[in-house]
T-cell receptor, first 113, second 111 residues
Framework: SQTIHQWPATLVQPVGSPLSLECTVEGTSNPNLYWYRQAAGRGLQLLFYSVGIGQISSEVPQNLSASRPQDRQFILSSKKLLLSDSGFYLC????????????FGPGTRLTVT | RKEVEQDPGPFNVPEGATVAFNCTYSNSASQSFFWYRQDCRKEPKLLMSVYSSGNEDGRFTAQLNRASQYISLLIRDSKLSDSATYLCVVIPGDSSYKLIFGSGTRLLVRP
């Protein structure tokens, strides 16, 4: 069966510091991968998605970036965090062949101070 | 107008009650619809997919009304463990990758 991992689970970072969040999927190959952010009391916002290694699409302009160095690895980064970057960051995967259901990892709760 | 709108609740119901949530969507070309459940401070988990005229899974029934552009979720015989936030999710017709999430409806089931 497929599993999705994210780390770290929680993170407290000062404004202006860099960020790197990692997501890995097991038990499937060539998945579509996604990064979402959920601000407190708000809905999920799609940040990036990837349909293959090195292929990244950005949904919202911001100071975040994403990379997919391996088939089942998805990384979310920032060079300088803003207070507004605080939130619950969720990685998700779906099968690539028209199966639209997405499955989420446990998330990283980021607080920027 | 938001792309996906839900009543935020909370819906506070006794155990054993039947409760229904509605969700409206703005893009008439939307093709795929889902209900996710999210527990406090946890990730959303897929509850049901709603692909055609609706479907049933145990105590849960999802209905789709394309003409009125709304989706409903009915929960029968509510359990304490059903307490959570229920997210309505829509895939716009022009993208198979982008899920649009509603802000969720909170359900509290009391003893």
């Amino acid at each position: 069966s497929q599993t999705i991992h994210q780390w770290p689970a929680t993170l407290v970072q000062p404004v202006g510091s860099p960020l790197s969040l990692e997501c890995t999927v097991e038990g499937t190959s060539n998945p579509n991968l996604y990064w979402y952010r959920q601000a407190a009391g708000r809905g999920l916002q799609l940040l990036f998605y990837s349909v293959g290694i090195g292929q990244i699409s950005s949904e919202v302009p911001q100071n975040l970036s994403a990379s997919r160095p391996q088939d089942r690895q998805f990384i979310l980064s920032s060079k300088k965090l803003l207070l507004s970057d605080s939130g619950f960051y969720l990685c998700a995967w779906s099968m690539g062949q028209g199966d639209y259901e997405q499955y989420f990892g446990p998330g990283t709760r980021l607080t920027v101070t | 107008r938001k792309e996906v709108e839900q009543d935020p609740g909370p819906f506070n119901v006794p155990e054993g009650a039947t409760v229904a949530f509605n969700c409206t969507y703005s893009n008439s070309a939307s093709q795929s619809f889902f209900w996710y459940r999210q527990d406090c401070r946890k990730e959303p988990k897929l509850l049901m997919s709603v692909y055609s005229s609706g479907n049933e899974d145990g105590r849960f029934t999802a209905q789709l009304n394309r003409a009125s552009q709304y989706i409903s979720l009915l929960i029968r015989d509510s359990k304490l463990s059903d307490s959570a936030t229920y997210l309505c999710v829509v895939i716009p017709g022009d993208s198979s990758y982008k899920l649009i999430f509603g802000s969720g409806t909170r359900l509290l089931v009391r003893p």
